[in-house]
């Protein structure tokens, strides 16, 4: 797989990476633990270099497992992952105070077997805590040799300046597809301003950009998708037209709908590194394959022409989720 530089900062990584949150929480059951490690080898087999975790995903479970993964090639892949969550918990809202940044960068060593994380994001932007202080803490790690990189998450293009003026940020990872576009509008051109990279979460949609979620899809109540607006029956049934739009241009290229989807955030910024999850080898196999699919500026605007006639329907996120977006 080809590589790529996460903005300015010399952090070079695999064009996609593998976010393994879907192994251990948000989907339903977690994995088996084998299986889970059968498949974050298998991406590495298949030249990804870029492993995306969090505490919140399971209450660190997700490191665990991801540390276990890797640890025979630690050296030769790129880890990230997040702080700011009360206990680990999401429900209970964000804690980004300097003492418990450092309690989860400690913990998070540990669950990985490692004894630096390159990449240590700020999940969620905590209000209460000025985001000078959330730098200048990481920034104080990275001083002791525990982080190498630092980033923030859905992070708003006042707190990502404010934020950059202390300790460089190396990478934004916020939701970027082709049925959620806002990035587009503000973010995008700051981060290329700043030199910063983007690190697309959720690039299928939370699967429905894949083809396989149809509106008589129903989730499991340990599904977070069974809470979001987006994936109603009647949001899932009017977005159809999305669906439609990217199979005609997938059929044209010769690819799937997944693979156009990535190849198409790819084709954005030489600087974007999404980050699909699958807890499927055959899905992971044919994610990675985006990375050879190439668009031309006619493929481009053919898209981009077919996308006026897309209207998208639901909310992203739950009202409670929805307040922890910083703007």
């Known amino acids: 797989m080809r590589k790529r530089e996460l903005g300015h900062s010399g952090l070079e990584v695999s064009a996609l990476g593998f976010g393994c949150m879907g192994l251990s929480h948000g989907y339903g059951p977690a994995v088996d633990k084998r299986l889970g490690i059968e498949l974050i080898r298998a991406a590495f087999a298949h030249g990804v270099t870029f492993f995306d975790t969090a505490e919140a995903y399971a209450r660190g479970d997700n490191e665990a497992l991801l540390g276990e993964a890797v640890e025979p090639f630690r050296d030769q892949v790129v880890?990230?992952?997040k702080f700011g969550f009360k206990n680990g918990d999401p429900s209970q809202?964000?804690?980004?105070?300097?003492?418990?940044?450092?309690?989860?960068?400690?913990?998070?060593?540990?669950?990985?077997?490692?004894?630096?994380?390159?990449?240590?994001?700020?999940?969620?932007?905590d209000p209460s805590v000025p985001i000078e202080?959330?730098?200048?803490?990481?920034?104080?790690?990275?001083?002791?040799?525990?982080?190498?990189?630092?980033?923030?998450?859905?992070?708003?293009?006042?707190?990502?300046?404010?934020?950059?003026?202390?300790?460089?940020?190396?990478?934004?990872q916020s939701e970027y597809s082709l049925w959620w576009r806002e990035p587009e509008q503000e973010v995008l051109p700051l981060l290329e301003e700043l030199g910063i990279g983007f690190v697309p979460f959720s690039p299928l949609g939370k699967?429905?950009?894949?083809?396989?979620?149809?509106?008589?899809?129903?989730?499991?109540?340990?599904?977070?998708r069974?809470?979001?607006?987006?994936?109603?029956?009647?949001?899932l049934g009017a977005n159809q037209t999305?669906?439609?739009?990217?199979?005609e241009q997938a059929r044209q290229k010769g690819v799937t709908p997944a693979q156009m989807a990535l190849a198409w955030l790819l084709a954005q910024r030489p600087w974007i590194v999404p980050i699909p999850g699958t807890t499927k080898l055959h899905r992971l196999e044919e994610n990675f394959a985006a990375d050879g699919v190439e668009l031309t500026a006619d493929d481009l605007e053919r898209i981009a022409t077919a996308l006026q006639q897309v209207t998208i329907a639901g909310a992203r996120y739950s009202p409670a989720s929805q307040q922890l977006i910083d703007r």
């Open 79 to 81: 880890i990230a992952t």
């Open 93 to 125: 809202g964000p804690d980004s105070r300097p003492a418990r940044i450092r309690e989860v960068a400690d913990a998070a060593l540990r669950r990985l077997r490692t004894d630096y994380i390159d990449l240590f994001y700020q999940h969620r932007v």
């Open 133 to 172: 202080d959330v730098a200048g803490t990481v920034k104080d790690l990275m001083a002791e040799g525990k982080v190498r990189h630092f980033g923030l998450s859905e992070a708003g293009v006042a707190s990502i300046r404010r934020a950059h003026a202390v300790q460089p940020v190396t990478a934004l």
């Open 207 to 224: 699967g429905f950009l894949t083809g396989a979620i149809g509106a008589q899809t129903k989730f499991g109540s340990d599904d977070f």
């Open 226 to 235: 069974s809470s979001v607006p987006r994936f109603s029956s009647e949001a």
């Open 242 to 247: 999305l669906l439609e739009v990217l199979g």
